[in-house]
C-alpha cells in the first residue's frame, strides 16, 4: 500500500515537531504536510497493507491523536484514512479550507469527555421490588410454583419488571446528565451498550473546565458508587463532535 496515512488536520503552525507523537502504525514517522491556506495534515507514510481494525491499530491510531491533542486542536480523521501521494492531499486541504477552519474554530480550546454509568449487579432489580410492594407480592407468589402452571403471570411479571426498570434508567440519567451537562458546550447521547447501562454520553468540554468536571465525576463516584460503576474516559480526540465525509480525499470533496 502506497500513500499517506491521515491522523488528522491542524493550523499549519499549530505544532511544532510532529515526530514528538510517537510513531505512526507499523512505526513509520510522523509528519506534518502542509497545504497553502494555513492548514496541514498530520500523517505518515502508510502500512504495505492497508490497516486491519485490530485492537492494537485503533489503539496506535488513537494514541497519536491523544498526544497531539495536548498541544493542539487537531480535527481527527477517522482510522484507516489514507491519502493517494501528498499532492492530492495538499490539494484536498485547499480545497476544504474554509470548512476545515469552522470545524477547528468549533472544538478549538476543547476536549471532549466520555462518561459510561452502569448499575451494579442486581442493583436495579433490588430497587424495583423495594419500591413496589405489588411486585415483591407477585414475584413471591411464582417462587414455589411451577413455571408450566405461571406462564402469564411470569410474562406480566418480566413486563412491569422491564418498565420499572426503564423508568429508573431515564431518572438516573437525567440526575447524571443535570450535574455533567452544564459542564460541557456540547454534548451527544450514545447508544447503551447493555441493559445495565443507565448514561452513555460524549461531552464537549472546554480545557480549562476538565478539573472542574473531574471534581464533578468524582462526586458522582462517591455519591452513587454503591449503585453504579463509572468509566470516565478522556480526554480524547473528539470524533463525536467532528464530522469529516468519507469522500474529503475526493476531487469534489
Not at 485492537?55 to 480523521?77: C, K, Q, S, Y
Not at 407468589?141 to 412491569?160: C, F, H, K, S, V
Not at 447501562?197 to 460524549?202: E, H, I, K, Q, T
Amino acid at each position: 500500500m502506497s500513500g499517506l496515512y491521515v491522523f488528522g488536520v491542524v493550523q499549519a503552525d499549530a505544532l511544532a515537531d510532529a515526530s514528538a507523537f510517537g510513531p505512526g502504525l507499523g512505526g513509520a514517522q510522523l509528519r506534518l504536510l502542509p497545504g497553502e491556506q494555513g492548514l496541514a495534515a498530520l500523517v505518515a507514510d502508510a502500512p504495505a497493507e492497508p490497516p486491519e481494525a485490530t485492537r492494537r491499530n485503533m489503539l496506535g491510531h488513537t494514541a497519536v491523536l491523544e498526544r497531539a491533542i495536548a498541544a493542539a486542536d487537531v480535527l481527527p480523521v477517522r482510522f484507516a484514512t489514507v491519502a493517494p501521494d501528498a499532492t492530492r492531499l495538499a490539494g484536498c486541504l485547499d480545497r476544504n479550507a474554509a470548512a476545515f477552519r469552522v470545524a477547528l474554530a468549533a472544538i478549538a480550546g476543547r476536549i471532549e469527555l466520555g462518561v459510561k454509568a452502569s448499575w451494579q449487579e442486581g442493583v436495579a432489580v433490588r430497587d424495583i421490588l423495594a419500591a413496589d410492594a405489588g411486585l415483591r407480592a407477585l414475584r413471591d407468589r411464582l417462587q414455589n410454583r411451577p413455571a408450566t402452571q405461571t406462564y402469564q403471570e411470569r410474562i406480566e411479571l418480566g413486563r412491569r419488571v422491564e418498565a420499572a426498570m426503564n423508568t429508573m434508567r431515564d431518572r438516573d440519567a437525567a440526575m447524571l446528565a443535570a450535574r455533567l451537562d452544564p459542564l460541557a458546550e456540547r454534548c451527544i447521547t450514545l447508544k447503551p451498550v447493555d441493559d445495565s447501562m443507565v448514561l452513555n454520553r460524549a461531552f464537549l468540554v472546554r480545557r480549562d473546565r476538565e478539573t472542574e468536571f473531574d471534581a464533578a465525576m468524582r462526586e458522582l463516584g462517591e455519591a452513587q458508587g454503591a449503585r453504579m460503576s463509572f468509566r470516565y474516559i478522556g480526554p480524547v480526540p473528539p470524533y463525536n463532535f467532528v464530522t469529516l465525509r468519507a469522500d474529503w480525499l475526493g476531487e469534489a470533496a
